[in-house]
């Protein structure tokens, strides 16, 4: 599986107008947290569908995207986080050590 990275505003739209499943993690490149639920993440993200769109945000070089994220998805902004988006919605929410592929999986999966 591979990132999409985020660096555009226009990104946030096609992500909400996309059919299906599309994940977000909103990553700071500055925090040692970050860096390791990034690093858990990806050593068990081979549990989500490949048909999944894993979108990677860098919000310390895209602040402004990620407000926009939150708002439109109606989140609170956190960091590390992920945002699991179904047609449009979000439909998991999660930060920190709460951030894990074999939930994604299991969401996406029922």
Not at 2 to 13: A, G, P, R, V, Y
Not at 50 to 62: A, G, K, W
Request: with cysteine.
């Amino acid at each position: 599986m591979e990132w999409k990275k985020i660096t555009d505003l226009n990104q946030i739209s096609e992500i909400k107008e996309a059919e299906g499943y599309s994940l977000i993690f909103k990553h700071s490149t500055r925090c040692s947290v970050s860096m390791m639920a990034k690093r858990r993440f990806e050593m068990d993200w081979e549990s989500i569908p490949p048909e999944t769109n894993l979108y990677f945000l860098d919000l310390i070089s895209y602040r402004a995207i990620s407000a926009q994220i939150a708002e439109t998805f109606s989140v609170h902004h956190e960091s590390p986080q992920i945002l699991l988006i179904k047609n449009g919605n979000c439909v998991l929410d999660a930060s920190h050590s709460d951030i894990s592929a074999e939930e994604v999986a299991e969401v996406i999966s029922n």
